[in-house]
């Protein structure tokens, strides 16, 4: 059974530009959750989904940052018009319903 | 905020056993203990979680108080790839995303 995919691993991007990262959950998991890694920092919850419903998206920002889960294909955390404060580690993690399991995270470098 | 309180870092000599404490003076009666660690900047990994009894698994043994306010994870013979930063959580069972704190830099000495 494959663990949680996030792809890409690392993404550079330059300020203004959108950044795109896909999380792939654990077969059989229909819950996803996002969280982001400041350098030096502990992770910060961003937004809990279930298929095709956001739940829970109290750790977003207000602008520029929005999560999807649709039926088919990966959960998407886009994030538009990056600054150099977006730079951090983006985890996600599946959930059949009890603990979470964590992918290997996405490191986007804003330049 | 997190509700647990741990120590900031501790060592442990290879081999021995590895034993982190963590407070949780606040637990409410639905809320269960977890464990994860984070190896460098990697994911997050699930080690362990209990309600109020005692848990092992593969990786490590989980006591609980009995008044549940701390528990302890105890790594019985830790190696050099032990060295962690290691998280202890209290959520309830399901629906809930996890409030990290700092955690405890764990230190494997050879």
């Known amino acids: 059974n494959a663990g949680v995919m996030q792809n890409p691993r690392h993404l550079v991007r330059r300020r203004g530009q959108e950044a795109r990262l896909r999380c792939s959950p654990m077969?059989?998991?229909?819950?996803v959750y996002w969280y982001r890694q400041l350098p030096e920092e502990g992770l910060k919850f961003m937004v809990y989904l279930q298929k095709e419903n956001i739940i829970d998206e109290s750790g977003m920002p207000k602008e520029r940052f929005s999560a999807e889960f649709p039926k088919e294909g990966p959960s998407i955390l886009r994030i538009q018009q990056v600054v150099r404060g977006d730079s951090a580690a983006y985890f996600c993690?599946?959930?059949?319903?009890?603990?979470?399991?964590f992918g290997p995270g996405t490191r986007l470098t804003v330049l | 905020d997190a509700k647990t309180t741990q120590p900031t870092s501790m060592d442990c000599a290879e081999g021995r056993a590895a034993n982190l404490p963590c407070n949780h003076s606040t637990i409410s009666g639905n809320e269960y203990v977890y464990w994860y660690r984070q190896i460098h900047s990697q994911g997050p990994q699930y080690i362990i979680h209990?309600?109020?009894n005692n848990e092992t698994n593969e990786m490590a043994s989980l006591i609980i108080t009995e008044d549940r306010k701390s528990s302890t994870l105890i790594l019985p013979h830790a190696t050099l790839r032990d060295t962690a930063v290691y998280y202890c959580i209290v959520r309830v069972s399901y629906g809930q995303n996890f409030v990290f704190g700092p955690g405890t830099r764990l230190s494997v000495l050879p």
């Open positions: 077969k059989g998991h229909s819950h």
């Open positions: 993690a599946s959930s059949p319903i009890d603990e979470q399991f």
């Open positions: 209990g309600l109020k």
